[in-house]
């Protein structure tokens, strides 16, 4: 059974019901990207994130008003487009954004969707949860051409290998074309999905568990938190605030990215955001 729609739309700010179609698909992937944050608090205070069924997902982030990370956010807008009449597949990618040459290849942990709309040719990749540089528009599953978003242009090229396609995904920052992911179109059983999730919010040096991240998409800027570090990229230019406590950081993720913490009564957040501050 899939989420609530009526719950969704009500969580990004959309007026339903919503027919299948291309523009409906860019209003949704919009309005979840400027809604739902970006937030590994789970992950941070050692609660795994394994239960990647809808019901799960539609607890935490829609009626519990959480973010999550890509297992959490793309799931549920898969589930989303599945119950609005979509062809969604789930597939699974690793992460280069920002691999020194030489490093060891990253493990399969980046979640992202192909998605079909009806009486319309080709697939769209469909990523809602890649945090700061997400891909803030669908995009057509397809190389060779520079496609714009609402926010960056990115690019797909095809990568050499022996099996099934595989593709990079880059996109165009400060002028330059910078790797994100690389990933294969062949679908992911969501057992293969939660083994990835449950990976990356467990494991001891996990960027997930040792440092704190939250990330927003608005209509006119990036917004990005690490740590005591926030920074708001605009089209003209960034603001930079690096804030002094754990408290202070705590309203950020209250009040820039809608984070509802007294969902995390009883934890002590303050004091663990408090010891990640600089990683």
């Known amino acids: 059974m899939g989420p609530d729609l009526t719950a969704y739309f009500d969580r990004i700010g959309l007026q339903g019901p919503v027919a299948a179609d291309v523009d409906a698909l860019h209003n949704v992937v919009a309005a979840h990207g400027r809604s739902i944050p970006f937030e590994n608090l789970d992950p941070l205070l050692g609660i795994p994130v394994a239960d990647l069924g809808a019901e799960a ?3 935490k982030l829609i009626t519990r008003r959480r973010g999550g990370y890509c297992y959490e956010h793309n799931g549920l807008l898969g589930y989303v487009l599945d119950e609005l009449g979509y062809g969604v597949e789930r597939l699974a990618g690793r992460v280069v954004w920002m691999k020194q040459p030489g490093a060891p290849l990253p493990a399969l942990t980046h979640n992202v969707l192909a998605v079909t709309v009806p009486g319309e040719a080709g697939r769209f990749l469909v990523d809602v949860g890649f ?4 891909l803030s528009s669908p995009i057509r599953l397809q190389t060779g051409a520079v496609q714009q978003t609402r926010h960056e242009p990115y690019r797909l090229t095809e990568l050499p290998t022996q099996g099934a396609p595989e593709y990079e995904l880059a996109a ?5 074309w910078q790797p994100l992911y690389h990933f294969s179109a062949v679908p992911q059983p969501r057992i293969d999905l939660e083994v990835g999730s449950w990976y990356v919010s467990t494991h001891p040096g996990g ?3 040792v440092g704190l991240t939250a990330a927003l998409v608005t209509d006119e800027a990036r917004i990005n938190l690490r740590g005591r570090n926030l920074a708001v ?8 605030i690096r804030f002094d406590t754990a408290t202070q950081v705590l309203d950020a993720l209250t009040e ?3 984070v509802n913490l007294s969902d995390l009564d ?3 957040v303050e004091a663990r955001v408090a010891q990640v501050l600089d990683s």
Not at 131 to 134: A, H, L, R
Not at 172 to 176: E, I, S, T
Not at 233 to 240: A, C, L, N, P, Q
């Open 256 to 258: 820039r990215f809608g």
């Open 172 to 176: 165009q920052v400060r002028g330059q």
């Open 207 to 209: 960027i997930f568990v």
């Open 131 to 134: 945090g700061g540089q997400t």
């Open 266 to 268: 009883g934890v002590d």
């Open 57 to 59: 997902l539609a607890d």
């Open 233 to 240: 990229h605009h089209r003209d230019g960034t603001e930079k």
